[in-house]
């Protein structure tokens, strides 16, 4: 069941909420201010900057990069 994450513009608080089977047609309520009104879906996009920055690391002497390890 994926999490999504919202944010209510009203009070500009961010929640996550566990969508399920049983309340997926529902609108999704600010727990602080209980508005529906406002509340956006927002891109998680935390997973995915984490995995493109470890996949930009150059290799090199910072990198560690195996083929480095002084067989000449
Ligand atoms: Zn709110």
Redesign the pocket.
Known sequence: MPIYEYV?K??T?QFEVLKTSSNDNEPVQ?P??E?SD?VHKTISSGIFRMSSASASIPCGPAGGCPSNSGFS
């Open positions: 209510c009203k009070c608080k600010c602080d201010c508005s406002e």
